[in-house]
């Protein structure tokens, strides 16, 4: 089983559209992450969420907006899509805030 | 501010010769320090971390780390390199609650 996973893996769209990418934990962790990957590898946290609420946006532009149903998922829609929102995200969980992260496979999302 | 670097893009080793990769860091109070590997077209996997404790740190794959307080350094290290290391290694320091920061990345290439 995996413990972190995300769809899709990969997403191509234009710019302009709104997009949705799930993640769901199966480890039990309170917390988790959506953390963006750009093309030279630079790796930034994007949300926090521990327990379904919100915790940490750094400073992401307000066209991205996550969701936790429930402690075991979160989800990140993006509108109106921008080049510049092309890289890989990468959805993270873990127990609490003080221990380490377990990452999903990443999604590779592409905007032409 | 809070900050960690990795100061190499790539670090080449032969097979068999001993590794390090290096990484220091600047942070307000005591640290809480990761290293995260990640392989091609994958997510970041924990190697190892160090909260408090031995200076020394052992982790995942024969890879260890030595938290060093005066140099602000924690370097990741492994006495016999594998072909099968290679791979972009990423340091990261808790810089507040819930919010980390990840190193630029440091790519080791083993060599065979």
């Known amino acids: 089983d995996t413990a972190v996973s995300q769809t899709p893996k990969y997403l191509v769209t234009q710019m302009g559209n709104d997009k949705s990418i799930k993640c769901e934990q199966n480890l039990g962790h309170d917390t988790m992450y959506w953390y963006k990957q750009d093309s030279k590898k630079f790796l930034k946290i994007m949300f926090s969420y521990n327990n379904k609420e919100l915790i940490i946006n750094e400073t992401v532009p307000n066209r991205f907006s996550p969701k936790s149903p429930d402690k075991a998922h979160l989800n990140l829609h993006i509108n109106s899509l921008e080049l510049g929102d092309s890289a890989v995200y990468f959805c993270?969980?873990?127990?609490?805030?003080?221990?380490?992260?377990?990452f999903g496979q990443g999604t590779r999302l592409t905007v032409v | 501010a809070q900050s960690v670097a990795q100061p190499e893009d790539q670090v080449n080793v032969a097979e068999g010769n001993p590794l390090t990769v290096k990484c220091t860091y600047s942070v307000s109070g005591n640290p809480y320090l990761f290293w995260y590997v990640q392989y091609p077209n994958r997510g970041l996997q924990f190697l190892l971390k160090y909260i408090t404790g031995d200076n020394l740190v052992k982790g995942s794959y024969g890879f260890e780390a030595e938290f060093n307080k005066s140099q602000t350094s924690f370097h990741l290290k492994k006495p016999s390199a594998l072909v099968s290391d290679s791979a972009l290694y990423f340091c990261a320091v808790r810089a507040g609650t819930y919010k980390y920061i990840f190193g630029t990345g440091t790519r080791l290439k083993v060599l065979a």
């Open positions: 993270a969980s873990s127990p609490d805030w003080n221990t380490e992260a377990f």
